[in-house]
């Protein structure tokens, strides 16, 4: 069974959950563009104070102009509080936005029944057993991210089977995402410049312009986006052809390379599970997966 193919069912669905209804959140708040940052520095940090450099290390793929003007302008809100020179620390209003946030995203979620009862215990149970198998791995990579997001926004043992169930696959991401970093970080590039490359890699944008549309033009600026181009030309990683980017022999080797790192990874607590587990996951998430396609129609 491949296990990337479980991965991607199990995730390409339940990935927007909540997402909806956290945006209307958001704007009730009276929230910026951008508030997914506050949270996730909330959610990571908990009442520990932290610098944009330090938040950087566990999510590196942002811009550090762009990071520390949102924290700056959440503190202006009262929403974080800077306690240094180059520290925040979150604020009872912060964690209240964020339980905000998370009860819009559970109260969404709550009537959504895709699949039988039944049927939805069973994709939970096989996937805390991953969770848990998870997290007891011996690093690398760094389980802190998971750590922290598992435990910090917890929604409970008492809510609906789904909500868990997303709340799971979350932690089990993060994992994924230190698996990434592990991958890539001893070559010394940025976060942004590594994220420009994976879009020409992916064919996903191959062009300055199109880099900014798809990095995210209130993210990154135009001048990291042109200074992540240049370095990627000057490793030999990426080349340029009347204004379009495509990667290099040897740079679609290193960039497989670190995919294949992530995946192996990744994926070695799911020995816990044998194969006929495994496939039964995987017709269990179809079905869970398809469920959730209906009901959004």
Not at 44 to 68: A, C, H, W
Not at 206 to 213: H, K, N, Q, R, S
Not at 256 to 263: A, I, K, P
Request: aromatic share 10%; proline share 4%; glycine share 6%.
């Amino acid at each position: 069974m491949n296990l990337n193919t479980i991965w991607s069912t199990l995730t390409e669905s339940l990935e927007p959950l909540g997402d909806s209804a956290a945006e209307s959140t958001a704007a009730e708040l009276g929230l910026e563009p951008g508030w997914q940052t506050l949270i996730w520095a909330i959610a990571l940090f908990d009442n520990e104070p932290f610098s944009t450099k330090s938040f950087m290390r566990i999510r590196p793929y942002g811009s550090k102009q762009v990071n520390e003007a949102r924290f700056i302008s959440a503190a202006k809100q009262g929403n974080l509080m800077l306690v240094s020179d180059n520290e925040y620390v979150s604020t009872e209003k912060g964690k209240y936005v964020m339980s905000r946030l998370l009860q819009a995203m559970e109260d969404s979620i709550a009537p959504l029944q895709p699949v039988p009862a039944a049927d939805l215990q069973k994709i939970l149970d096989y996937v805390k057993r991953l969770l848990d198998a998870t997290l007891v791995m011996p690093e690398p990579p760094s389980k802190f991210a998971m750590n922290r997001y598992y435990k910090n926004i917890h929604p409970g043992q008492d809510v609906q089977p789904l909500r868990l169930l997303v709340h799971y696959i979350g932690s089990l991401d993060q994992y994924r995402g230190a698996a990434h970093i592990a991958s890539w970080e001893s070559y010394n590039i940025k976060g942004y410049e590594w994220s420009a490359f994976t879009s020409i890699w992916r064919k996903e944008a191959d062009t300055l312009g199109a880099l900014y549309e798809e990095m995210g033009a209130s993210v990154f600026t135009r001048e990291e986006i042109l200074e992540a181009l240049r370095d990627l030309a000057k490793r030999g990683w990426i080349e340029e052809e009347m204004g379009a980017y495509r990667t290099t022999t040897e740079g679609g080797r290193i960039r497989q390379e670190s995919e294949d790192v992530t995946d192996r990874l990744f994926f070695v607590p799911w020995s816990c599970l044998n194969e006929s587990e495994l496939e039964e996951l995987f017709n269990l998430s179809t079905q869970l997966r398809d469920g959730l396609r209906s009901s959004n129609e």
